[in-house]
């Protein structure tokens, strides 16, 4: 009897990032079989969940989130990461590779906000939380009379702190609400076309070693085609506009049979403005799609996607 694989499986230890290693790990099992102790779990802290008093774009940006997971797989400590792929940067080391995607959960951002008032319904100077410059520009761009402040922590830390009154309203992933089944704390869930979300937002992405082809094998089953083009146009969009956290961008691309749709905005960080891209093409051609409309964002943009910081 063949004896079941074993992978070391890294991760983040937030209840979130340890919900969504948790449906890899269950995902592995019914691959291979197994059990739980055939693919151990290890928590890494990393530089950005120790950072709570600052936007993450004054400390450095996305890579925070990721770069410990990123030194113990070039080290072999772990096999593989799991990621929030909206976290993961542009460019990642040489020695790391996206090994793919699992089907993609509700990409939409979850509305939240105390006594259930719609953004609309909230009175001038009311405060809304988030950590995300994309948020609080998309919410200033409708409501510019409102008050963003940053709102660092998990999300059941976010959501307590509406729920105490220390602000009036946040904005979260649908995804991570409905993986650690809190969806129902959602007010509204705020529509794709008016707030479309983070390039990524909604999918675990894997991260693992380059040449490790016998990781790569037995993480093959896991993933979802659909979700991985999709992916791939998003974060084609960033790389041709150099984006990180420190600019306002969201990117969203969906696909039906062999088609692929995109939308892309860049914005102003008080929401001001707004640049907004649509593409439409075969879902092979994702990349090329992804970075067209990153290229007529730019052309757009009398200073730069600098300019709008």
């Not at 600052?54 to 890579?63: N, T, V």
């Not at 113990?72 to 990621?83: K, R």
């Not at 956290?245 to 062999?258: L, S």
């Not at 929401?271 to 992804?290: K, M, N, P, S, T």
């Amino acid at each position: 009897m063949t004896s079941p694989p074993s992978l070391c499986i890294g991760t983040r230890g937030s209840p979130l990032a340890l919900a969504q290693t948790h449906m890899v790990r269950d995902s592995l099992m019914r691959a291979h079989g197994g059990s739980e102790s055939d693919f151990p779990v290890e928590i890494i802290r990393t530089t950005g969940d120790q950072i709570q008093d600052r936007p993450l774009s004054e400390s450095g940006g996305k890579g925070l989130f990721t770069k410990e997971l990123d030194s113990a797989l070039i080290a072999g400590t772990i096999d593989l990461a799991v990621h929030s792929s909206k976290d993961l940067p542009t460019h990642l080391p040489s020695e790391i590779i996206i090994a793919g995607y699992l089907p993609r959960e509700d990409a939409r951002d979850a509305w939240i906000s105390r006594g259930g008032l719609a953004l609309d319904a909230l009175p001038a100077g009311a405060v809304v939380g988030t950590a995300s410059l994309r948020r609080a520009a998309q919410v200033k761009r409708r409501r510019p009379d409102l008050v963003t402040t940053l709102l660092r922590g998990n999300v059941e830390t976010r959501l307590k702190k509406v729920e105490n009154g220390e602000i009036d309203a946040t904005l979260l992933a649908v995804a991570g609400l409905k993986r650690l089944g809190l969806a129902d704390r959602a007010t509204a869930l705020l529509s794709l076309e008016e707030f479309p979300p983070a390039c990524g937002q909604g999918a675990i992405g894997l991260t693992r070693r380059a040449g490790d082809d016998a990781t790569r094998d037995l993480l093959a089953p896991l993933f979802d085609e659909a979700t991985g083009f999709a992916l791939i146009a998003e974060r084609a969009f960033l790389a041709a506009l150099d984006g990180s956290c420190r600019t306002p961008i969201a990117g969203h691309a969906q696909v039906h049979g062999a088609e692929l749709s995109f939308v892309g905005e860049v914005l102003r960080a008080d929401g001001a403005e707004a640049y907004v891209v649509r593409r439409r093409g075969l879902a092979i051609d994702a990349a090329l799609i992804g970075a067209d409309a990153g290229k007529e964002i730019l052309l757009r943009l009398p200073h730069g996607v600098a300019g709008l910081m």
